[in-house]
Nanobody
Framework: VQLQASGGGSAQPGGSLRLSCAAS????????MAWFRQAPGKEREFVGA????????DYADSVKGRFTVSRDNTLNTVNLEMNSLKPDDTAVYYC??????????????????WGQGTLVTVSS
């Protein structure tokens, strides 16, 4: 089972980036998929999640209104559209999958599968 994240890079404040995560080795269409991030010297934190069908999403307050999580079950992918980027968004971003129910979406300890991380740097 592998989760492969891509799309990281550099952006200026106010800019946009799109991250994608492709899953292989298992069908994750029945499970919640999410993005977490970890800045240098900080704990890994929840960014956003999407339920199995794609009709429910949730976000950390810090990204609400700026980031959008979506998924395509036909391609076994989850995406993170990031707009109005801020320097505080600089971090390594990880995609993850939990086999627990939707109530567990914000807890990193409830996630079984993790991608390798992709670096996002926001600076002028």
């Amino acid at each position: 089972v592998q989760l492969q994240a891509s799309g990281g890079g550099s952006a200026q404040p106010g800019g946009s980036l799109r991250l994608s995560c492709a899953a292989s080795g298992r069908d994750f269409s029945s499970y919640t998929m999410a993005w977490f991030r970890q800045a240098p010297g900080k704990e890994r934190e929840f960014v956003g999640a999407v339920n199995w069908s794609g009709d429910r999403t949730d976000y950390a307050d810090s990204v609400k209104g700026r980031f959008t999580v979506s998924r395509d079950n036909t391609l076994n992918t989850v995406n993170l559209e990031m707009n109005s980027l801020k320097p505080d968004d600089t971090a390594v971003y990880y995609c993850a999958v939990t086999v627990m129910n939707w109530a567990s979406r914000m807890s990193k300890d409830r996630y079984t599968y993790w991608g390798q991380g992709t670096l996002v740097t926001v600076s002028s």
